[in-house]
């Protein structure tokens, strides 16, 4: 089952690090790589489950150039 | 004097680290280690929200059994309180803020910075040397800070840059403390503008194609982290004024990418700017309470991480006030406009821009006529933290403490009138204002609680009562407080 990024749907993820105790993994961080957000799958509901998340802080990555840029890059 | 003020004060001056420091604080019982197993998430936000509660007197925290990160170290909070400062001033953890204030206003001008060089091969930090298969997950117990944040942010970073257009000059070697978001195993965006130092490096770069290399240093001395963060001139270094303000040792080594690092720091990443790459940025629970949006920031490239045995990743808990952010940047905010306002008005005394970054601050003058203090409100403005920062500004008379709240409301009222208000519009303010229409401009508040002056006909407080005030009573405050056991 594809794993869908909680806050802009994507399935274009991977995983950056898995937390173990006695061999056994116990978390996993995952990032995705549309939209940079990271997360980790204990983490509480309302962070991660893109159902209890609140709108606002859902993104659509398919059109940066609708996000500001830090010190704009000189064109070369 | 009391018995207890000599003992820190020698300590102190003794600190060459963050672990020296976190062991002074523990002797003062104003450091902790969390006896239980925590999760990243939501323990540790938690539990930093709840020191956050008590301001006076909050330990620093180390948590040494995160789950899923055995084996290592988090310490948050180690600036959290106005105890854990006084310990590092030299004080009395009861110290009150005003004589902290007062302590660091004596401090400025000082030159006496002592920046002594430790070889490389001798320096802690390089105990372990990371330069292959680099793994930031896998070195910090790294753990989201706000619920909505975008990432796990690095927040407590101290982040040395060299102009790449003067890559020798020592002076315009910029240390700053900048947020840091990872972006996978081995990338991170730097949030900076260009009016910050680091800034324009990465401008610089950006414009030259020069390389940028950076140095991010985790677990400093304790006076880098306050200092770092203060106003001074481009070409200063802030190593020489943080050794100055502290007026002891802070001990450079060379990092392998060739800036000056602490020997001391318990982590250091090094890392190269990508030309022309931005990356998603954000949100992020900023100081005033509320999340920066996402904007797309520029990226950097880990090349090699050297940090102590053991380390220790120190974080800040930044978020919705009051929070550790506050009192590591509150008084350092608060001293500069002091100083910059006392050349031209000698009648000031003392400068409160504690809260939010100076979003509203409170300074106590010497009122001298009718109408005066809001001309010396009107110069406040225009110091460079004043001009965007200073949104809401009460002017207090030199018989209020502005560092007390409650004699600070006194003033409000008794001595203010409708009339004592004036409002500013459409000036210049900073982007995260979370009341802004505009982010970057709004209004500025000024509320002058100062006495009536002649030639207002009232002409003066009307019989207010002279309570005994100065050194005699503060010592007396000091003596109760001695009595009560505490020190
Ligand atoms: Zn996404």
């Known amino acids: 089952m594809a794993l869908n990024c909680p806050r802009c749907g994507g399935d274009k993820n991977r995983v950056e690090h898995q937390g173990k105790e006695d061999g056994q993994v116990i978390w996993t961080v995952h990032y995705c790589t549309a939209c940079c957000f990271t997360w980790r799958d204990t983490e509480p509901a309302l962070s991660i489950d893109s159902t209890k998340r609140r709108k606002v802080f859902q993104i659509d990555p398919s059109h940066p150039e609708r996000f500001g840029v830090v010190i704009p890059p000189v064109a070369r | ?487």
């Open chain 2, 1 to 487: 004097m009391n018995k207890y003020s000599d003992l820190p004060i020698k300590l102190a001056s003794s600190v060459r680290s963050m672990r020296d420091f976190l062991d002074l604080l523990s002797s003062h019982d104003q450091c902790i280690t969390w006896p239980d197993p925590v999760m990243p998430e939501p323990d540790i936000r938690e539990i930093c929200v709840a020191s956050g509660q008590d301001v006076p007197g909050a330990p620093a925290i180390l948590f040494d059994k995160i789950r899923g990160y055995p084996d290592k170290r988090l310490v948050t909070g180690v600036h959290g309180s106005w105890a854990n400062l006084a310990i590092l001033l030299g004080h009395p953890k009861n110290t009150t803020i005003k004589a902290m204030f007062y302590d660091i206003i004596s401090r400025w001008g000082s030159e006496k910075a002592q920046l002594p060089r430790v070889k490389p091969d001798q320096a802690p930090v390089h105990e372990v040397r990371i330069e292959r298969d680099i793994n930031l997950y896998d070195i910090l117990p790294l753990y989201r800070i706000n619920d909505f944040d975008g990432g796990y942010y690095i927040g407590k970073a101290n982040v040395v840059s060299r102009d790449p257009n003067d890559p020798d000059n020592f002076g315009k070697q910029n240390v700053g403390i900048y947020r840091i978001q990872p972006h996978g195993p081995d990338e991170f965006t730097l949030m900076s503008v260009p009016i910050h130092d680091m800034g324009r490096h990465m401008q610089a770069a950006e414009e030259t194609g020069k390389p940028l290399k950076i140095a991010v240093m985790l677990g400093n001395h304790p006076a880098m982290a306050m200092f770092a963060a203060t106003p001074i001139g481009y070409d200063e270094s802030e190593y020489s004024y943080a050794s100055a303000m502290m007026g002891s040792p802070i001990e450079l080594t060379e990092s392998g990418n060739g800036l000056d690092i602490q020997a001391h720091a318990e982590i250091v990443i090094e890392a190269e700017y990508i030309h022309g790459r931005r990356e998603f940025e954000g949100p992020f629970g900023e100081f005033p309470g509320s999340y920066s949006g996402v904007r797309r920031a520029p990226t950097f490239k880990v090349t090699a991480v050297s940090h102590r045995k053991n380390p220790i990743f120190e974080n800040i808990y930044i978020g919705r006030g009051w929070t550790e952010h506050d009192t590591l940047i509150g008084l350092n905010t608060s001293a500069p406009i002091y100083a910059q306002l006392k050349k031209e008005f000698p009648e000031v005394v003392a400068v409160n821009a504690l809260y939010q970054h100076g979003l509203t601050g409170i300074i106590a003058v010497k009122n001298r006529f009718a109408g005066f203090a809001k001309s010396v409100a009107l110069r406040a403005l225009s110091t460079p933290h004043g001009l965007m920062y200073l949104k809401n500004l009460i002017m207090v008379d030199a018989d209020v403490d502005p560092f007390d709240l409650n004699q600070v409301m006194w003033a409000l009222s008794v001595r203010t009138r409708a009339s004592d208000i004036m409002v500013l519009n459409d000036m210049a303010m900073i982007m995260i204002d979370p009341a802004a229409v505009t982010p970057g401009k709004g209004h500025h508040l000024i509320i002058d609680a100062t006495t009536h002056m002649p030639p207002d006909p009232i002409g003066g407080d009307v019989e207010i009562v002279t309570p005994p005030s100065g050194p005699a009573i503060d010592a007396l405050a000091a003596r109760i407080r001695a009595l009560q056991g505490g020190n």
